[in-house]
């Protein structure tokens, strides 16, 4: 158990529609960053938040969207679903926000239909 | 652009013998790499890193050496066991203050009994 949760664990939705992926970090890490894998890809970064502030944005779409809250739980926003949109998301967290060793949670798979 | 390669997405050995893993890299500014290990269903956990200042670095039966002229990392892992199935994923970062980890796309192992 990595101390990182991820709900839900599985979901299953329309074309067009939104959904809210909820993350919560090991006690004490104030970093998160989220990451997407499709299939056949590795994990792609999304986006970083440290301490309730951006940190580092990666190849995430306009449609997608994300923050960390002052509890330092995270929520990733996906609207405008596509199929393409289907794979796993994957939160991590760590207590700095450089370089270093991330935990991950078990993941989210979002399967759009 | 994959920064960081993991050309061989499988690899089968048999239990007791030396499995290596390879990656490559094109990104001269990264200086920090891991190796995560990933069973289906759960999230990747951290398995090894290594900081460009070193050339190897072994923990138990995992060691990773790191070749920076060829850009070039792997991981054996001797002996091999058949618990040691699961995906490989290479990594690697910058040491700046936003650096975020790059990931390969994996190589799945198999070590048959």
């Known amino acids: 158990d990595s101390g990182v949760t991820q709900t839900p664990k599985h979901l299953i939705t329309a074309t067009g529609q939104r959904v809210t992926l909820r993350c919560s970090p090991r006690?004490?890490?104030?970093?998160v960053y989220w990451y997407q894998q499709s299939l056949d890809q590795g994990l792609q970064f999304l986006i970083q938040?440290?301490?309730?502030?951006?940190?580092a944005k990666g190849n995430i779409l306009e449609r997608f969207s994300a923050q960390q809250f002052p509890d330092l739980h995270s929520e990733l926003n996906l609207s405008s679903l596509e199929l393409g949109d289907s794979a796993l998301y994957f939160c991590?967290?760590?207590?700095?926000?450089?370089?270093?060793?991330?935990?991950f949670g078990e993941g989210s798979r979002l399967t759009v239909l | 652009d994959q920064q960081v390669k993991q050309n061989s997405p499988s690899l089968s050995v048999q239990e007791g013998r030396i499995s290596i893993l390879n990656c490559d890299y094109t990104n001269s500014m990264f200086d920090y790499f891991l190796w995560y290990k990933k069973y289906p269903a759960e999230g990747p956990t951290f398995l090894i890193s290594?900081?460009?200042?070193?050339d190897k670095n072994e923990d138990g039966r995992f060691t990773v050496f790191l070749n920076k002229s060829a850009k070039h990392l792997s991981l054996h892992i001797v002996p091999s066991q058949p618990g040691d199935s699961a995906v490989y994923f290479c990594?690697?970062?910058?040491?700046?203050?936003?650096?975020?980890?790059?990931f390969g796309k994996g190589i799945t192992l198999s070590v048959r009994p």
């Open positions: 290594i900081s460009s200042i070193k």
């Open positions: 006690s004490g890490d104030l970093s």
């Open positions: 991590a967290s760590s207590v700095t926000g450089g370089a270093g060793e991330l935990f």
């Open positions: 938040y440290y301490n309730g502030e951006e940190r």
């Open positions: 990594a690697a970062s910058d040491s700046g203050a936003n650096s975020k980890l790059t």
